[in-house]
């Protein structure tokens, strides 16, 4: 009877076993090991704030199939949360999300196994010394203005994708360069790996379904890199950080699937590539102390 109903559930939904398995598990710990001034410690900090974070951020994904860094990386900026909290936080709750993206993809054959073998090596290769470098060299707090300017950067390419025309189609060239710097930018940004090479890749003709389903595989594998990288050198002392944002996630997940082809994709671009320049426009005034 068991082994039928295992039969029943699609292989693109056993990933969101180990997120809502993960949710489980950390609420009975923290049920039975934590006491009453924990709880109250744990309400009254900025957890519900990462949450919905985690919830917006979701929600612009699984409608537009992109921007879950750039949006949450943002925001977390703008909250003061430090640059190489953030990108850990983010990619490490990417891990839940893009896998089973990645899953999805795979089964529909979305994959141009080409391309998706020619952004691998060189977007972990990059993710993972941005990662290194954000955790162990980088002074945070000297970057977080600089990196804020290239989220409005970012902000301004999504916009520009929204309302750039159709091009004919021409020749990639030098994947592995554009790859290794999404996924370096990625890593030190908090966010970008699909503004960048999804960007790049549509605005030169190439076939949406499997650019989108190659980069979104492709980010997976990226993604789980540079976060094994920034827990190795950070730790998990952002587990709010973590946690909202994974919780935030798995509950928007099906909203924001249930979001794609029901809402203007050009608008909802615009509006998010307006908020990201907004949150980080604000991030580099207070970062060079002039608000």
């Not at 030098?174 to 960007?199: K, N, R, Y």
């Not at 950070?234 to 997940?253: F, H, K, P, R, T």
């Not at 998010?272 to 102390?289: N, W």
């Amino acid at each position: 009877m068991f082994s039928k109903v295992i039969q029943l559930i699609p292989v693109s939904k056993w990933w969101y076993l180990l997120p809502v398995s993960l949710l489980i598990i950390s609420a009975g710990f923290v049920f039975f090991s934590v006491d009453a001034v924990q709880v109250q410690s744990f309400l009254d900090s900025k957890f519900m704030q990462y949450f919905l974070v985690g919830l917006a951020a979701q929600l612009v994904d699984g409608a537009l199939g992109m921007a879950y860094g750039v949006t949450s990386t943002s925001f977390l900026l703008s909250l003061g949360v430090t640059p190489a909290i953030s990108s850990t936080s983010v990619h490490v709750a990417e891990m839940f999300t893009t896998g089973a993206s990645a899953i999805s993809h795979f089964r529909f054959k979305n994959i141009n196994k080409k391309l998706f073998k020619s952004l691998l090596i060189p977007g972990v290769i990059g993710a993972v010394v941005g990662a290194y470098l954000l955790s162990d060299v980088i002074d945070g707090d000297v970057v977080k203005p600089y990196i804020a300017i290239y989220m409005l950067i970012l902000g301004i390419i999504i916009i520009r994708k929204a309302v750039r025309k159709k091009l004919v189609k021409t020749k990639t060239k030098q994947i592995g360069v554009l790859a290794a710097t999404g996924g370096f930018m990625d890593s030190v940004g908090g966010g970008g790996w699909g503004p960048i090479v999804t960007s790049t890749l549509l605005g030169q003709g190439r076939n949406a379904r499997y650019t989108i389903g190659s980069v979104n595989a492709a980010e997976f594998v990226i993604t789980f890199s540079s976060g094994i990288t920034f827990l190795i050198f950070n730790g998990i002392d952002s587990w709010q950080v973590v946690l909202g944002l994974i919780l935030g996630g798995v509950i928007a997940a099906p909203f924001g699937a249930l979001l794609v082809g029901k809402i203007n994709s050009r608008v909802l671009m615009i509006a998010v590539g307006i908020l990201v320049i907004g949150l980080s426009l604000r991030t580099v005034l207070q970062g060079f102390g002039l608000i």
